[in-house]
Each structure stands twice: as structure tokens, then as C-alpha cells.
Nanobody
Framework: QVQLVESGGGLVQAGGSLRLSCAAS????????VGWFRQSPGKEREFVAS????????YYADSVKGRFTLSRDNAKNTVYLQMNSLKPEDTAIYYC????????????????WGQGTQVTVSS
């Protein structure tokens, strides 16, 4: 059974930092690309960042480029999303998702999803 478990969310002031983790089990992690998506109240879920199976390629949404960094440790079956210079508009539930094969930024391409972790940025 495939599981993705997000952690690291919380409440932070604007300008602060958080690091989210996505721990995977039940799959050959090194064969899967991983993406992060977020959803704010009243808005559709949107792409944040994604990373290829070997970590060699990453994609970022324009809204987070230069502030967020995605990395992975395949030995630990974990992906990390380092979020710096957080803004109130980054407040959302953050989800990680995985797909076998090539990395993309399209939600529909991702098959396995976690339950999400709440990030709240106060002004």
C-alpha cells in the first residue's frame, strides 16, 4: 500500500521559514517524481514545485520561484520543501503527490497523494 505523509506545517510569521517533508512508503521511491501542490480556502489546488526521480530536475511555480527549494533523499524515501521568505498568500494546505516516471507540473499526472499539511503565514 502506497502512502505519502506530509509533515512540517505550522504557523509562522511573514518572512519566516518552514521545511515540509513528504515521506513515502510502499513504492520504489527512486523511480517516482514528486510534486507539491497547495490549496487555499475558496481556491483551486495549484502547482507549487516538482522534482524528478533522481533529483536532477525541478520545476517551480512563478509565485514561489527563488523562495522555495525542493530536494529529495532517496535513501530516506523523503522529499523536502524548504520555504523561505513566506508571505500570507502562501497560506494553504500543502499536498505532496507522486507519479511513476518523468516529472511534470500537471496535477492530473500525479497518481498518489498525501493528506496534506496546513501552512499558515501571519502578517
Amino acid at each position: 500500500q502506497v502512502q505519502l505523509v506530509e509533515s512540517g506545517g505550522g504557523l509562522v510569521q511573514a518572512g519566516g521559514s518552514l521545511r515540509l517533508s513528504c515521506a513515502a512508503s510502499g513504492l520504489t521511491f527512486s523511480s517516482y517524481a514528486v510534486g507539491w501542490f497547495r490549496q487555499s480556502p475558496g481556491k483551486e489546488r495549484e502547482f507549487v514545485a516538482s522534482i524528478s526521480s533522481n533529483g536532477g530536475r525541478t520545476y517551480y511555480a512563478d509565485s514561489v520561484k527563488g523562495r522555495f527549494t525542493l530536494s529529495r533523499d532517496n535513501a530516506k524515501n523523503t522529499v523536502y520543501l524548504q520555504m523561505n521568505s513566506l508571505k500570507p498568500e502562501d497560506t494553504a494546505i500543502y499536498y505532496c503527490a507522486s507519479r511513476y516516471g518523468v516529472v511534470t507540473w500537471v496535477q492530473a499526472d500525479f497518481f498518489y497523494w498525501g493528506q496534506g499539511t496546513q501552512v499558515t503565514v501571519s502578517s
